[in-house]
């Protein structure tokens, strides 16, 4: 079992950049693929990005695809989710989430372990 916590949220200006991670404690991250989740307000949760156990795969929703950057340390057991270029649409509650399903999966089902989630706000 692995336990995640994001970190790096807040509040940014449209066109601005932050920076979040994940870490993991328990089990070692490279176990897992990893991916970002978000949800915002009265939305259901959707995929943002998603990465393979060594890093060599990605995969990014068409809404952040050539804004945000997912990576991965597995020697700090941290997964990163950069984010450029921000609109306000972009503003929710991030989830880090990790699968130890083969392949790479942009379905939340097949993502076991979930941390609590760091808030971002974009302003116009």
């Known amino acids: 079992q692995v336990q995640l916590v994001e970190s790096g949220g807040g509040l940014v200006q449209d066109g601005g950049s932050l920076r979040l991670s994940c870490a993991a404690s328990g089990r070692t991250l490279s176990t897992y693929n990893m991916a970002w989740f978000r949800q915002a307000p009265g939305k259901e949760r959707e995929f943002a990005a998603t990465i393979s156990r060594s890093g060599g795969s990605t995969r990014y929703a068409d809404s952040v695809a050539g804004r945000f950057s997912i990576s991965r340390d597995n020697a700090k057991n941290t997964v990163y989710l950069q984010m450029n270029r921000l609109k306000p649409e972009d503003t929710a509650i991030y989830y880090c989430?990790?699968?130890?399903?083969?392949?790479?999966?942009?379905?939340?089902?097949?993502?076991?372990?979930w941390g609590q989630g760091t808030q971002v706000t974009v302003s116009s």
């Open positions: 989430a990790a699968s130890a399903v083969m392949a790479i999966t942009t379905e939340p089902a097949t993502y076991a372990y």
